[in-house]
């Protein structure tokens, strides 16, 4: 067996197995169409070529449209058996996510998985890369750009129009067609309500916006948070924790998809690509990931040979099989194409969020009333009801430098929710009253949020994660400073989960030098 502490490698293609649907637990089969091909390392475009330009689904011109849908169509009419077929494309998603390979060389064998795990953002990128080459070559224009879903700006945050249509190469019937007219929350639980009236729009539209700057803010400089853990070479997944980017993710999945089981097509990894909007959603995320990457100023978000040197195997638009490193599409621009420039709404809406919050509390003193919370104790406890407690700091007051170096950070231990079943919770944080807390769950940290997952071969205890959220500038935001312990509020919103305990550590700044 390799040691641990290698790049994950390509699967060995004659060796594909069936892989498993999450939900049902049936076996499915996700096997690429060529295994005997010969593989070819890939060459990243000559910067000679000119950048293709991604844009917002909802601000596409007609004829943007119709070269998207014609692209579709054209992929779509492919025999099923051709890789480039829409159906072969889609089956890609499940070959690396439902576990149609072992890692190659591990023994006994591991599962070759790339969710949950700081791979989730280079495989994807890889993915659409080719994606959107082929459906270049289909309607023969080299210049070709996929949409994205920009639901991270108000006039986004709804199924984009295009996607819609029932006649059109870009619909799917399974999505949840109450969410055709309504705007996406992100703190969608299956069955919530739509929000109706105009305030409670607005509200939702101002909290994702939140969101989205305090999801930055609180990971610029710690990519591991933002990006997803380490996995190597003969570690199965997930190994330990999703980024804050992959968690927002799935809830998008979720709010796509039918609100029952099965969550077939977007709320179940197997079957997610075979919905067209599953490649506008992602080229959100991977614009997502490349504006960090640009608030990073441009430095790769780990320098670590295991992530660097991780490869994956694509089909390409010029039908060969190519092996991607992920330093090969480190960033967009090395692939030749960009995302439009567009406005960034959430970026500093946090002095906005806490403005509000700061008003509504003077309003709500009177009825303060403030209870004893405990500590979270030693046993693992069930999550059906709203767990609230105090958690003690490492260190207070840290001054400018100290944050500089290390980030605060809540760690959610020891988090086990069943397999094959979907599961949220939402983290709240606030500063204790003399030791009490009042009705206030305080400012909300994140959440976690869980797409059925297929259980991992050598492990059938049933794997536990955990959840690391960046509190630093939280802590600013509600003047809790100086205080000793923080009062945590777990909120239980989907499925079976059980916590382990509830933590506040400091992880050191990734040490980058040029
Ligand atoms: Cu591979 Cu949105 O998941």
């Known amino acids: 067996m390799l040691a641990i502490g290698a790049p994950v490698q390509p699967p060995d293609l004659s060796k594909c197995h069936s892989a498993t649907d999450d939900e049902t637990k049936q076996p499915v089969n996700c096997c690429p169409p060529y295994s005997t091909a010969s593989v070819v390392d890939f060459v990243p475009p000559s910067p000679s070529k000119g950048i293709r330009v991604r844009k917002p689904a909802h601000e596409l011109n007609t004829e943007d449209v119709e070269k998207f849908k014609e692209a579709i169509a054209k992929m779509k009419a492919l025999p099923d058996d051709d890789p480039w077929s829409f159906k072969q494309q889609a089956t890609i998603h499940c070959t690396y996510c439902n576990g149609a390979f072992d890692q190659a060389g591990i023994e006994p064998p591991v599962l070759l998985q790339i969710h949950g795990s700081w791979l989730f953002l280079p495989w994807h990128r890889c993915y659409l890369y080719f994606w959107e080459k082929i459906l270049g070559k289909l309607i023969g224009d080299p210049t070709f750009a996929i949409p994205f879903w920009n639901w991270d700006a108000p006039e986004g945050m709804y199924m984009p129009k295009i996607y819609l249509g029932n006649s059109s190469s870009l619909y799917n019937d399974n999505r949840d067609k109450n969410h055709y007219e309504s705007v996406f929350d992100y703190k969608y639980a299956y069955n919530d309500q739509n929000p109706t009236c105009p305030s409670q729009v607005d509200k939702v539209i101002r909290e994702n916006l939140c969101q989205v700057d305090r999801m930055y803010k609180e990971t610029i400089r710690n990519p591991e948070l933002f990006m997803g853990k380490a996995l190597r070479a003969g570690q199965s997944v997930p190994t330990n924790a999703s980024g804050s980017l992959e968690n927002l993710h799935n809830s998008v999945h979720q709010w796509s998809g039918p609100s029952e089981s099965p969550y077939y097509d977007m709320g179940n990894f197997h079957t997610a690509a075979r919905d067209p909007l599953f490649f506008g959603h992602h080229a959100n995320i991977d614009r997502m990931r490349d504006l960090y990457n640009n608030f990073r100023g441009h430095r790769p978000e780990f320098k670590d040979p295991d992530w660097l040197e991780a490869s994956f195997i694509f089909y390409d638009e010029n039908r060969q099989v190519v092996k991607v490193k992920v330093k090969d599409c480190l960033t967009s621009h090395q692939l030749r194409y960009a995302y439009s420039p567009e406005k960034l709404p959430w970026m500093n809406s946090g002095l906005k969020c806490r403005k509000e919050k700061a008003s509504k509390k003077k309003g709500e003193k009177k009825s303060l009333q403030l209870v004893p919370v405990s500590e979270f104790g030693t046993e693992p406890r069930t999550l059906t009801e709203t767990i609230r407690v ?118 050191k700044v990734d040490d980058y030098e040029d």
């Open 390 to 507: 105090i958690v003690p700091r490492p260190q207070v007051s840290r001054k400018k430098g100290e944050k500089e170096e290390a980030s605060e950070v809540l760690v959610i231990r020891g988090i086990h929710a069943p397999h094959g079943t979907a599961a949220r919770f939402d983290v709240y944080v606030s500063k204790p009253i003399e030791g009490l807390v009042s009705e206030d769950r305080g400012e909300f940290a994140g959440s976690f949020v869980k797409i059925p997952h297929t259980q991992h071969k050598t492990n059938s205890h049933g794997h536990k994660s955990s959840l690391e959220l960046g509190i630093t500038i939280l802590h600013e935001d509600i003047e809790a400073e100086d205080s000793k312990k923080l009062v945590v509020t777990l909120v239980p919103r989907m499925g079976k989960v059980i916590i382990g305990g509830v933590d506040v550590d400091l992880f």
